[in-house]
Structures are given as structure tokens and as C-alpha cells.
């Protein structure tokens, strides 16, 4: 997993092209901050389309356990479903760190 590096707003703005080239060509990850506050990211695509697939299947899931349990509480069902998330992220980085290939990204 890439470090993510923090750039301050007018520095991006000034390297905005550079930025992109780190972003692309390297994989780079920046959050980008005003005064001190994160307020965005630059992501690779394939980084942002992996999120948008996991956060399908993650609803997917979350759709699943809800209809199998309709007499539970929303708030209930809500804490289960991110705890089981949570742990399933956890061990997916657990397997990424310790199979990794080499593969940036």
C-alpha cells in the first residue's frame, strides 16, 4: 500500500501538473489541505474504481443481512454490519501486506 503524502492547497494548485504525473505514472496518493485541514484527494483511478466496487459489494451485504433480518433494530443491525466490514477490511490488508507482490497500487 502506497503512503498516502499530505500537500497544502497552494503548492497543488502550483504543481497541479506535476501532481497528476505522481498520481499516474507512480501511483502517488496526496490529500490535499487548506490551512491545515484535509479537504480532498487524488487518487489513481484504478485506486477510486476498486472503492466504488467495494462499496457496492459492501451495500450488497448490507442489503442481504436486512432482508434476512427484518426484526431487528436499524441501529442494531447498522453496528453489526459495519463491525463485519471493519473486521473484513482488517484482513484483507492483513493479506495484502503479506502477500504482496511488489504490484504498486
Known amino acids: 500500500m ?34 491545515g485541514r484535509p479537504m480532498a484527494a487524488m487518487v489513481p483511478l484504478p485506486v477510486l474504481d476498486q472503492w466504488k466496487k467495494q462499496r457496492l459489494e459492501d451495500m450488497k451485504v448490507f442489503d442481504e443481512i436486512w432482508a434476512s433480518n427484518p426484526a431487528v433494530e436499524a441501529s442494531e443491525l447498522t453496528k453489526a454490519v459495519n463491525k463485519t466490514i471493519t473486521q473484513s477490511r482488517q484482513a484483507r490488508q492483513k493479506k495484502a501486506r503479506h502477500g504482496a507482490s511488489g504490484t504498486r497500487f
Open 2 to 35: 502506497e503512503k498516502v503524502k499530505s500537500v497544502n492547497a497552494v503548492k497543488a494548485r502550483k504543481n497541479f501538473g506535476e501532481l497528476i504525473e505522481e498520481v499516474y505514472y507512480r501511483g502517488d496518493q496526496f490529500v490535499l489541505e487548506r490551512s
